[in-house]
C-alpha cells in the first residue's frame, strides 16, 4: 500500500484560503480514490472531499462549494484547494486512499499518516 504524507496546514483567518497536498512517501502510487478526512478535537474523524484516479470528485455538504480536490497522477500528488475557511473547518486533515465509502465510513484503507493542522482563527 502507497504511503501518504500531508502538507500545506497553517492559520489562516476566517474567509482565507490554504491549499492541501498530498504526496506519496516513496516512489509508488495508488490507482485507487484518495480521500481527504479532517478530524476536530472531541469529534470524529469526517470525510471531506475524494478523487478517482481519473479525476471524478465527491464532496461533503459541509464544503462544497468551497473546497476543490484535485489530482495529478503522473506527479503522484492529490491537492486539496480551500477557500472561504470558517472557524468550524479547524482541524487536523488527513488524506487516505480507499476502495469504498458510505459516508465517514471508508474500507480498505491505507495507513493513516500524521496530517496536517489547519486552524481557521483571527
Known amino acids: 500500500q502507497v504511503h501518504l504524507v500531508e502538507s500545506g496546514g497553517g492559520l489562516v483567518q476566517p474567509g482565507g484560503s490554504l491549499k492541501l497536498s498530498c504526496e506519496s512517501s516513496?516512489?509508488?502510487?495508488?490507482?485507487?480514490?484518495i480521500g481527504w478526512f479532517r478530524q476536530a478535537p472531541g469529534q470524529e474523524r469526517e470525510f471531506v472531499a475524494s478523487?478517482?484516479?481519473?479525476?471524478?470528485?465527491r464532496y461533503a455538504d459541509s464544503v462544497k462549494g468551497r473546497f476543490t480536490v484535485t489530482r495529478e497522477n503522473t506527479k503522484r500528488v492529490v491537492y486539496l484547494e480551500m477557500n472561504s475557511l470558517k472557524s468550524e473547518d479547524t482541524a487536523i486533515y488527513y488524506c487516505n486512499s480507499f476502495t469504498k465509502r458510505i459516508g465517514s465510513d471508508a474500507q480498505g484503507l491505507g495507513p493513516w499518516g500524521q496530517g496536517t493542522q489547519v486552524t481557521v482563527s483571527l
Open positions: 478523487v478517482s484516479w481519473p479525476g471524478g470528485t
Open positions: 516513496g516512489r509508488t502510487w495508488t490507482s485507487e480514490t
